[in-house]
């Protein structure tokens, strides 16, 4: 059974950078197709996919954000582990992280973060 | 960007019935469409991938079409479970892009 969860604050100042972590558990990412993604959702808003490393280290970002976002894995500690740099109130949305070969499927249960003064 | 457009952006349905979504993309996509279920508060769930093929576990009254840039979420006597967004994603190419979801309410 594949399970993720994300961890970070649930808080973060304009300007300040976030960092969210996801673990995992049930696969493993040195495993050939296996990528795990982040996506975010602003209230009452669409999904948005952010950024996405594969289990060859390969990583691939949205344009819109590739300036601001990093991302990295752990293969050791099964994490994955997202930066976000320059957080502004628009930012405020329910971070999600998921496995995905076709697909994101599982997805974690998300982290809302809210980015206020 | 290959940008998603879902109609309706909201259907209200009673049990029952019949219900068809669709997404058309900005481009060709071949067959590299997926669709989501989201419930309130909780996270996505994936139905269907390669735009018609049914994930496991997921009920036979859900079933998808189309390839190219016209893409259909058919749901067959909708159950009171059903009632949720729906989200249709692009696989073919990055970035990976969302409709801006269908809301299914009950009438």
């Known amino acids: 059974q594949i399970t993720l969860k994300e961890s970070g604050p649930t808080l973060v100042k304009p300007t300040q950078t976030l960092t969210l972590t996801c673990t995992f558990s049930?696969?493993?990412?040195?495993?050939?197709?296996?990528?795990v993604g982040w996506i975010r959702q602003p209230p009452g808003k669409a999904l948005e996919w952010l950024a996405l490393i594969y289990w060859d280290d390969d990583k691939l970002y949205s344009p819109s954000l590739k300036n601001r976002l990093t991302i990295t894995k752990d293969t050791s500690k099964n994490q994955v582990v997202l930066t976000m740099t320059n957080m502004d109130p628009v930012d405020t949305a329910t971070y999600y992280c998921?496995?995905?070969?076709?697909?994101?499927?599982?997805w974690g249960q998300g982290t809302l973060v809210t980015v206020s003064s | 960007d290959i940008q998603m457009t879902q109609s309706p952006s909201s259907v209200s349905a009673s049990v029952g019935d019949r219900v068809t979504i669709t997404c058309r993309a900005s481009q060709a996509i071949s067959n590299w469409l997926v669709w989501y279920q989201q419930k309130p508060g909780k996270a996505p769930k994936l139905l269907i991938y390669?735009?018609?093929t049914l994930q496991s576990g997921v009920p036979s009254r859900f079933s998808g079409s189309g390839s190219g840039t016209d893409f259909t979420l058919t749901i067959t006597s909708l159950q009171p479970e059903d009632f949720a967004t729906y989200y249709c994603?692009?696989?073919?190419?990055?970035?990976?892009?969302f409709g801006q979801g269908t809301k299914l309410e009950i009438k």
């Open positions: 998921a496995h995905t070969r076709i697909g994101f499927d599982p």
């Open positions: 049930g696969f493993s990412l040195t495993t050939s197709g296996v990528g």
């Open positions: 994603q692009q696989a073919h190419s990055f970035p990976y892009t």
């Open positions: 390669s735009a018609s």
